[in-house]
């Protein structure tokens, strides 16, 4: 649960769900409906799931 945890945390972060979408190359779309809880994050594919975390300090660059 806790790679579950550090990927909410990357979501959570203040920037849109267009920048982490740029910023990582997952579609708007998709990470829109994981913050929305629509798509589980414990169904998330370890892809995914990397793309976030690697990409976590360039994201926090654009939090507000």
């Known amino acids: 649960m806790e790679l579950v945890n550090k990927v909410q945390n990357v979501l959570d972060i203040n920037v849109t769900s267009y920048r982490i979408s740029k910023i990582t190359g997952i579609t708007e779309h998709v990470v829109s409906k ?5 798509y589980k994050i414990e169904n998330m594919s370890l892809e995914t799931a990397d793309k976030l975390l690697s990409n976590r300090s360039e994201i926090e660059k654009y939090a507000k």
Not at 34 to 38: D, I
């Open 34 to 38: 994981y913050r929305k809880g629509t």
